[in-house]
T-cell receptor, first 110, second 112 residues
């Protein structure tokens, strides 16, 4: 099956800092989503971004499908950004499933 | 107005028991899923239903049986619970064209 690797596995930053999270995948995809799991366990969908760039407030994401990677940018980090960020991909050949990466644990220190 | 809800939120039970987790979505989505998140936070799909029809069944022991009475509900019944079943189980739903997935709050199952 498709492999999804995320880096770094852990990231500790001061409040106000910027960060870049990376997702590499081993095959062509037609679906890529970024999720945030907050410290209470809730999984929130951040972006659907199989290609191109999207922005939502302080968060933005870019996927370069031809080079098989996606980046999630968080600017001016806040403590509420803490949690685990997951990338998930799907190849899309009928009845496919989302395969999740192992996540990046982000801790924002006040 | 919860979009995807699950009950119960916590479930503590003894080995060998049978338990069920219920999921409901009010988003009008066609597809619903069950995921298992282990202690290392790894998320893996277990089942997917589209309009009450099973479309994905990963390599899951047949002690796990999903049931979809209608497209807004997907329940998970687990027979003869084992220690290794302890995990957080998430329900999710999605709809074309993007299949953006919306997750429920999770059910933390602890088998003693």
């Amino acid at each position: 099956g498709i492999q999804v690797e995320q880096s770094p596995p852990d990231l500790i930053l001061q409040e106000g800092a910027n960060s870049t999270l990376r997702c590499n995948f081993s095959d062509s995809v037609n679906n890529l989503q970024w999720f945030h799991q907050n410290p209470w366990g809730q999984l929130i969908n951040l972006f659907y971004i199989p290609s191109g760039t999207k922005q939502n407030g302080r968060l933005s994401a870019t996927t370069v499908a031809t080079e098989r990677y996606s980046l999630l940018y968080i600017s001016s980090s806040q403590t509420t950004d803490s949690g685990v960020y997951f990338c998930a991909v799907e190849r899309g050949f009928g009845n496919e499933k989302l395969t999740f990466g192992t996540g990046t644990r982000l801790t924002i220190i006040p | 107005d919860t979009a995807v809800s699950q009950t119960p939120k916590y479930l503590v039970t003894q080995m060998g028991n049978d338990k069920s987790i219920k999921c409901e979505q009010n988003l009008g989505h066609d597809t619903m899923y069950w995921y298992k998140q282990d202690s290392k936070k790894f998320l893996k799909i277990m089942f997917s239903y589209n309009n009450k029809e099973l479309i994905i069944n990963e390599t899951v022991p047949n002690r796990f049986s999903p049931k979809s009475p209608d497209k807004a509900h997907l329940n998970l019944h687990i027979n003869s619970l084992e220690l290794g079943d302890s995990a957080v189980y998430f329900c999710a739903s999605s709809t074309p064209p993007t299949d953006t997935q919306y997750f429920g709050p999770g059910t933390r199952l602890t088998v003693l």
